[in-house]
């Protein structure tokens, strides 16, 4: 019996039925392997996150403490350094302590001391005049220049007697201070390519000082020099009457003669015309002390060593040529 287009009808309704619910669960079961695999990607994703993460943190630490150690070992440094220098500034100070107790000791500060060997005091300047004054009125004479220098008088002060003609300025200080002192306030005397000149007054005859204890005497020259040992002056002044005598000779440009400049412990000095020694002085006393030519370079410039070491002998003055032992000889 053919079957009835109702019964057709439900059973297609059923089928259709069926395949909505199967398209139902594939969507539910593909939806549910999408999330799945999605939440799976994140969770990869946190874990690599969070182990570039801890990675990264632990690389900065490590960093953090490599430099935190640098810069431990710099902070260490640097307090060793300080710790030399605090060193160091200690010792120079007990050094300079030491140079100014030693120089405070040394003999040559007496002005009356004439060891002929002595080292040459660059701290202080004499003062010498050709008669006897009173120490009051050298001091007053001297005050009024360095005060004019803008130093004041803390940083000097005069040695030497009551009554005399030879003192000694002092400067004060560590001694290379001093030294520097000594010779910037000398050159304040040098003013237009000329030396001024210092006067003071002579102490007044025993006749004056009768009738007025405070009288002033005459007016005189306040000679101030640089300190120089004895042999040095020896040394230098017998090598100037080298000089004034090769000037003499004529054949000789003056421009074109020198002196070379002794050193503390050497005991010679050379008289050169242009870059050739043509003389030389020597003396370790004042009893031991000669002069000797280079003959040869004598005659390139046309001098005769005989003539000139005459001319020589002619300059010295009688005093020092009975002192001095004069031995000629040549090179």
Not at 74 to 84: C, L
Not at 117 to 137: E, M, S, V
Not at 201 to 209: A, F, G, H, N, V
Request: charged share 35%; aromatic share 6%.
């Amino acid at each position: 019996m053919p079957e009835s287009q109702d019964n057709k009808r439900g059973r297609t309704e059923q089928g259709g039925d069926s395949k909505e619910r199967e398209m139902e669960k594939f969507m539910e079961k593909y939806t549910k392997d999408i999330i799945d695999r999605v939440d799976a990607s994140h969770a990869d994703l946190r874990t690599g996150i969070a182990k570039d993460v801890a990675r990264n943190c632990a690389a900065l630490d490590m960093r953090l403490t490599r430099n935190e150690e640098k810069t431990q070992q710099h902070a260490d440094r640097i307090d060793d350094h300080e710790r030399r220098i605090r060193a160091l500034e200690a010792a120079q100070k007990k050094t300079e302590a030491d140079i100014l107790q030693a120089k405070q000791e040394v003999t040559h500060y007496s002005i009356d001391n004439d060891n002929f060997t002595r080292a040459t005091d660059f701290t202080i300047l004499k003062a010498n005049t050709n008669g006897k004054c009173r120490k009051q009125q050298i001091k007053e004479t001297v005050e009024k220049w360095i005060t004019g220098t803008g130093l004041p008088n803390s940083a000097w002060k005069l040695e030497g007697p009551e009554v005399g003609n030879r003192w000694v300025i002092k400067f004060m200080g560590v001694p290379g201070m001093a030294a520097r002192t000594a010779k910037t306030t000398n050159f304040t005397l040098f003013v237009d390519g000329k030396w001024s000149k210092l006067f003071t007054k002579l102490m007044p005859s025993e006749e004056r000082l009768e009738g007025d204890p405070e009288a002033e005497g005459e007016e005189t020259q306040l000679y101030i020099n640089p300190d120089e040992s004895p042999q040095h002056g020896l040394l230098k002044r017998k090598a100037k009457r080298v000089v004034k005598a090769l000037k003499g000779m004529g054949t000789v440009d003056k421009h074109n003669i020198t002196i070379t400049r002794p050193k503390d412990g050497e005991k010679d000095i050379f008289v050169m015309v242009g870059s050739k020694i043509v003389a030389t002085v020597e003396a370790t006393s004042y009893e031991d002390a000669r002069t000797g030519y280079d003959e040869q370079a004598l005659l390139t410039y046309g001098v005769v060593k005989s003539t000139l070491m005459e001319a020589v002998l002619s300059d010295e003055p009688p005093n020092l040529a009975t002192k001095v032992a004069e031995a000629q000889f040549s090179f």
